[in-house]
């Protein structure tokens, strides 16, 4: 059962202290890519710091999470008929538990940057829940590998295949659900899989072609304005609800739709991207009451944003990497770009921070660490084969980095004693 108390705790005063050992949902402890473990490696390749490498069958893009010794991960065969959740022992690198969920019959086509396997499960003590969108849900007991629910009436028309995940709020699943043809966010009992609540995107689609009314974001849980809000964004809106209820607490209009980049917030504003083929970072001031398009947006920017890959928020500044590979730093309290450099090409898993540096992670295995500061300055370039989509995923003192072919774990080799 998710734990109330850790997400409180989460929420108000950052990470657990168990961080060290568990990578529990999409982006880490908090949600938003940062993680307090020191002493990660800066450099790496296929024949330096790599403790093990291990193949995962088929095709899939969600990101590992990590609890104790265990890693999970989805994946499935390329047509979409067969969905299947992977466990990998932490320490040793080699398979647990390879469980096939769900036959799907004839899946809906995808775009071709996407997979059956693209939404990251969450994990607690005993218990892993993944998804697979529409075509399923499950929670699984994760010494057995044994089913303990399931759900598969929760379907919609992807048209472009799943991509949103689940995020554990105390004792439930929050899911959003944002297909063609139908819109809605909902929280499940992690208990039983149960609806404990549902509630109908309040978006006008009237005359917008129903490829336009699909989205792929995670939300987030943030504390701001004296209150907790669900965090929400979807086809030609951002919404914020009250988690505990449903209930709609406000709304910003756009024009976007296929959102994919997961919000962050400083409890002053929330930083959103509105769109993916023309992506614009927007700041919200959380503190209003219905529509708020006209009165509570801070600043919106252009240029080089984000098509896939989350923002990363240190301090006072926003770090952001476009799909054409331009790296943007912009000031948090006025939208100013500081500076912007191109380090590569396609960049869609989402960026780290840990001990003063940022792990830029691109589609081709390449891997940018740099400096979060306000001059541009690298400090590693790294290179592994195969394909990076996934977000990577960090537990003791080492980078878990899924490949289209496999699971690595990079960690700074300890000296032979003599």
């Not at 490498?53 to 999970?72: E, L, R």
């Not at 697979?132 to 057995?144: E, I, N, P, R, V």
């Not at 005359?207 to 669900?230: D, N, S």
């Not at 209930?247 to 929330?270: A, N």
Request: with cysteine; net charge positive.
């Amino acid at each position: 059962m998710l734990n109330t108390a850790w997400i409180v705790m989460v929420s108000v005063l950052g990470a657990p202290a168990g961080e060290v050992d568990n990578w529990p949902q999409f982006r880490g402890p908090r949600g938003d890519g940062h993680t307090s473990i020191t002493h990660l490696p800066l450099k790496w390749s296929e024949k330096d710091n790599v403790t093990w490498k291990t193949a995962i069958h088929d095709v899939g893009w969600s990101s590992p999470v990590i609890w104790g010794n265990q890693i999970w991960m989805t994946t499935a065969d390329k047509k979409g008929a067969r969905l299947y959740a992977v466990c990998v022992d932490r320490t040793s690198g080699k398979i647990v538990h390879d469980i096939k969920l769900f036959d799907v019959g004839k899946a809906d086509r995808i775009n071709p940057m996407n997979s059956y396997a693209s939404p990251t499960p969450v994990i607690e003590a005993g218990r892993v829940y993944v998804h697979f969108g529409g075509y399923g849900t499950a929670c699984l007991d994760t010494k057995s590998g044994k089913v303990i629910w399931s759900r598969r009436d929760m379907k919609c028309e992807h048209h472009m295949g799943p991509g949103a995940s689940p995020i554990p709020y105390g004792k439930w699943l929050i899911v959003p659900v944002d297909g063609t043809d139908v819109q809605y966010v909902a929280a499940l009992d992690s208990e039983t899989g149960k609806t404990v609540w549902k509630t109908k995107r309040s978006v006008n689609f009237t005359g917008v072609h129903k490829y336009c009314r699909k989205a792929f974001c995670t939300p987030a849980v943030i504390e701001a304005a004296g209150r907790k809000q669900l965090i929400s964004p979807c086809a030609r809106g951002i919404i914020a609800y009250n988690p505990d209820t449903g209930k709609e607490l406000w709304k910003v209009q756009t024009k976007g739709f296929s959102v994919v980049p997961r919000p962050v917030s400083d409890g002053k504003r929330i930083y959103v991207v509105t769109d993916c083929d023309f992506p614009e970072l927007w700041a919200i001031k959380p503190d209003g009451k219905g529509n708020i398009t006209g009165t509570h947006i801070a600043w919106k920017l252009k240029k080089n944003m984000p098509q896939r890959a989350s923002v990363l928020l240190v301090k006072d500044l926003i770090f952001a990497v476009s799909h054409k590979g331009y790296v943007v730093c912009v000031e948090t309290a006025t939208g100013k770009p500081v500076w912007a450099e191109r380090i590569g090409k396609a960049y869609s898993a989402s960026p780290i921070h840990a001990e003063n540096r940022v792990y830029l992670f691109s589609e081709r295995s390449g891997t940018t660490v740099i400096e979060p500061g306000r001059k541009y300055k690298p400090l590693a370039a790294n290179k592994l084969d195969g394909r990076v989509m996934a977000s990577p995923a960090v537990a003791g003192k080492a980078l878990f980095i899924r490949t289209d072919t496999h699971l690595y774990r990079i960690e700074k080799k300890t000296p032979s004693a003599k």
